[in-house]
């Protein structure tokens, strides 16, 4: 199959984004662009690439939601046996990156992994619909399985077990956090001039620079 795609394309004409109309750190600007994300957007405004590398240097990324969002950085929850949880396990760094198509805005982050405290994880887990507590018992991540009936078999078996009581969360299963290092802000321009600013962290403060397209 040969789908030709060479000349799809869009224009863009975003707000205009400079280092003397934006904050002095990035985050301020940052939950702005959210906060109009899940206005606009239609679907998914804190879905994110979460891009890791393994013991041989080689990347993967997947889209995880971010569910967590404060001075800190930026939270998200997956199983600790999972592919990311092993590669983060091994090279505790990572990217993200948010792509909001409505407001023409891309924002890339990148920097050190921690893991999310245990209280923190639990009070995130019994906020989860009970279904999705159970899920995170019935999925082992990442694993092959031989058929959907092997899912639905331990869906069975521990609807069962928990018919009565409370889902407790999974030992293996909790959240992350990226102690962002660098964010970039890209607001889509005509012509393909499109709008680039980079913060980095340097100590106790941040720095600010303006990047060509």
Known sequence: MNTDIADVRRDYSGDHLDTESTPDAPLELFQSWLTLALERENDDANAMTLATVDSLGLPHARIVL??????????????????????????????????????????????????????????????????????????????????REWLEERRHRFEQLYTSQDVDRPPHWGGYRVEPEIIEFWQGQADRLHDRLRYRRQDDHWSKVRLAP
């Open 66 to 147: 971010l569910k967590g969002l404060d001075e800190r950085g930026f939270a998200f929850y997956t199983s600790y046996q999972s592919h990311k949880g092993a590669e983060l396990a091994n090279v505790p760094h990572a990217a993200l990156v948010f792509w909001w198509p409505v407001l023409q805005r891309q924002v890339r982050v990148e920097g050190r992994v921690v893991q999310v405290e245990d209280g923190e994880s639990d009070r995130y887990f019994q906020s989860r619909p009970r279904a999705s507590q159970l899920g995170a018992w019935i999925s082992q991540q990442g694993v092959e399985i031989p058929d």
